[in-house]
Every structure is written in C-alpha cells, then in structure tokens.
C-alpha cells in the first residue's frame, strides 16, 4: 500500500491505554505498507513527542508532528477524539473515526456532550471497539460502524504454572481520575465486603495516590508488565467497573485465568461473556455481594478460571490489529459497509447481581 494517511491525536498522557492503542494500530499501518503522519495536539517538536512516545507506549513508526494543522493532503484521515472529528470531515480526502468509548459520557449533559454526540454523525466511517459502540451509533443515529474485537497481550496475560491465588483475596483497579471507572462505588463496595468477611484481603492498583478508605488494604500503585499478570495470578478475584465501553483490563484479567465482576449495564451486555465474568447492580451492596458470592463458591471460581484464558485464547492483538486492518483496506477498496454482520445484540443474559448486604 502506497496510501497516506493522517491520524490526529490528543495530547499524550502517561498511562493512557486508548493513546497507547492508537499508536500500536498506526504501528500495525505501517508495518501492513501504509504511510502514516501522527499530528499529536501538544506544541511540543516533534523529537520530544517521539521521546514521550517511546517512554510512555513504546514507540511509533508514523512520520510525527506537532498541532493539528495537516501538512499534508492524504488519502484517509483518522479521528481519534471527539473534538478532531469535524477538522477531520473538513479534510481532504476519506474520513474515519477511531471510536474507543462513547466519549459523551465522558462530559456532564451540555455543550461538550451534544458536541461529542454530533461528532457521530458527520459523515466520517467509524472503526470502534467492541460491539456495544456499533448498536449504540446504529440505534441513536442510524450510523453503521464496523469493530474489532477486544482483545488482549496473550503472551503477557496468562495463567502461570505455579499459580496459587489467595484464598478471599481482590484485586481492583483503582482509577479516581476517571470518573467511568467508578472509583467511590468500588471502594464503597470493598468497605462493604470486609465488614461481611473480615479475613479478605483487599489489594489496589492502578493509582500511587492513596485511597481515602479505613479498611485495611494493600495499595500497590501503578504496575507494569509482569508485575499486572503476577496480581492476576496471585489473587481470587478481579474487580474493575466501567460505566461506558468496557475496559480492556477484565479481558486481561481473563486470559490471566482470574474471575471478574463489573457492573450489569448496557454498555457491558455485549462483550463480556457469562463463563469469566459476573456482573451486578450498580450499587455497592450489590457489588460487595458479587465479589462476595464468588469469594464464598471456590467451585465456581475455578470454572471462571478455566473458561477465561479458553476464551481469549483466539482474542490475542494480533487478531485486533488484523481486524482493523481490514476495516481500512475495504475503506480503499470500497467494502467497508460491505457484508456488515447485523446489529450487534447482549451475549450477557444472565440477571444482574442484586443487594443481599446492608449499608
């Protein structure tokens, strides 16, 4: 492939998965013969970006630069954010959309939401992951959308031989400067979960700051690489809440063979499956009784740990990255609203977990 694609990306921010995503499936274009410019919103030159993009995701193959304005005219031009949707349409050339969440959700009802939920509806082709965004853009503004699937670092994530979880141990992604992910609810649910079953222990991640919490709990900060699947592997069960698209972090948590409760929401309904994760009402209680009941039921966690690394087995990135390959090649060769599959329906029908414990 000779063709030249833009993707205009938002300030880099350490940690984030969806800008880490972004530049390893601009990686994935380049390495499949696409020429591609990365034009990050920071006034930075482009030598410092590329050093932030080496400490903080691993590197980038894309011709770099710095602001939004196109050097270039190019035959395709990605949006990654809300708010470069509509430079993106005034461009020249084909219009796409990388669509991770439903970044509405994101803002209070007001001008940023309405302006984020028009971002859908310009005209550009949405690539999203995970199934619940196509049904949401299809039903609200009848626009069709191809995805892949989530997916996770199989060769990262994964059982190891010596695996031996602590009997009535949790492990939660702790995030309070993403309000998506719940961080009051989950503490809440955890402060629940200890009056009920003393003995468990509680371990955080995903935060160095710590929690303003007085059970007792482990707080391990932000962790990298092996350190994550060693957690997975050394604890019973998973605990990480999202209140938009999921997060990739359950999938992992999965193909770790550890079992996981989320909240029972529409925007979890189409990705997760029954056999590895266990959903509930968003309330603590609810959340405390879940975590509770798989605590309680070693039987059942251990059907939940066989089932996710089987599930995800297939679910390795390079499958993720080939799938949205092709949702870019049939852009060029005019296929992409070709063969459609349907719009996608919940796979997760069990009933919600409900509130056996008191506040």
């Known amino acids: 492939m000779n063709a030249s694609l833009g993707w205009l990306i938002p300030s880099l921010i350490e940690g984030s998965g969806g800008i880490r995503e972004i530049f390893h499936k601009i990686n994935a274009l380049v390495r499949h013969g696409y020429e591609c410019h990365a034009y990050v919103q920071q006034p930075d030159p482009p030598e410092a970006i590329a050093d932030q993009i080496e400490t903080y995701y691993g590197g980038s193959l894309a011709n770099l630069h710095s602001g939004w304005e196109l050097q270039h005219d190019h035959d395709l031009t990605f949006a990654t954010a809300w708010w470069s949707a509509e430079a993106v349409a005034a461009a020249p050339g084909l219009h796409a959309y990388l669509i991770q969440d439903y970044e509405a959700l994101f ?87 200890k009056k009920q079953l003393p003995d468990a222990r509680i371990y955080l991640y995903g935060a160095n700051a710590p929690a303003a919490v007085s059970f007792d709990h482990i707080n391990l900060g932000i962790l990298h690489g092996a350190d994550i699947n060693r957690l997975y592997n050394q604890t019973s069960v998973g605990f990480c809440l999202s209140s938009s698209n999921p997060s990739r972090i359950p999938f992992e948590m999965m193909a770790a063979g550890l079992p996981v409760v989320d909240l029972w929401r529409e925007n979890n309904l189409y990705d997760f499956p029954e056999g590895g994760v266990l959903l509930a009402d968003p309330s603590p209680a609810a959340l405390a009784e879940a975590l509770r009941c798989l605590l309680l039921d070693p039987a059942r966690r251990q059907r939940m740990a066989a089932f996710g690394p089987g599930f995800m087995k297939p679910r390795s990135m390079a499958v993720e990255y080939a799938q949205f390959l092709d949702a870019v090649d049939r852009l060029f060769d005019g296929t992409f609203l070709d063969d459609l599959p349907l719009v996608p329906t919940p796979i997760y029908r069990q009933p919600p977990v409900g509130s056996a414990l008191k506040n």
């Open 107 to 193: 803002n209070p009802m007001g001008d940023a939401y309405l302006t984020a939920e028009r971002s859908y509806q310009l005209g550009l082709h949405p690539v999203t992951l995970g199934r619940w965004l196509p049904a949401v853009l299809a039903s609200r503004f009848g626009v069709r959308a191809r995805s892949f699937d989530f997916c996770a670092e199989t060769d990262r994530y994964f059982p190891l031989p010596d695996r031996r979880p602590e009997e009535l141990s949790v492990c939660f992604i702790h995030q309070p400067e993403k309000p998506r992910r719940c961080a009051d609810i989950g503490l809440e649910a955890l402060g629940l979960l």
